[in-house]
């Protein structure tokens, strides 16, 4: 199994920046793709960005939503099982608890794992 543990919400101003943190731990290297989600108030859960075809020899390639592309970037870290979240130019919309989603294949068949979720909120 792999686990999740999401870290770095809190408040911002409008412009601002803030950086989120998903450690994972487990059957690490069964890991394909890292994703970053958000679930608003009221709203449906939606993809944010992520990071696809991880391997031991490739980094990945990573996509974003529109909504946030060229303020947000994903990254991650092998040494530290990490992926980072950096949203900056932050606005009151990205207000959301943001979630960690990790797709493996400790097998042949691909399995999930998600994080608490982490609380952004964003004033004007």
């Known amino acids: 199994q792999v686990q999740l543990v999401e870290s770095g919400g809190g408040s911002a101003q409008a412009g601002g920046s803030l950086r989120l943190s998903c450690v994972a731990s487990g059957m690490i290297p069964s890991i394909t793709a890292m994703e970053w989600y958000r679930q608003a108030p009221g709203k449906e859960r939606e993809l944010v960005a992520g990071i696809t075809d991880i391997s031991r020899t490739n980094y990945g390639t990573m996509h974003y939503a529109d909504f946030v592309r060229g303020r947000f970037t994903i990254s991650r870290d092998n040494a530290k099982n990490t992926v980072y979240l950096q949203m900056n130019s932050l606005k009151p919309e990205d207000t959301a608890v943001y979630y960690c989603?990790?797709?493996?294949?400790?097998?042949?068949?691909?399995?999930?794992?998600w994080g608490q979720g982490t609380m952004v909120i964003v004033s004007s």
């Open positions: 989603r990790a797709i493996y294949r400790p097998v042949d068949k691909p399995l999930e794992a």
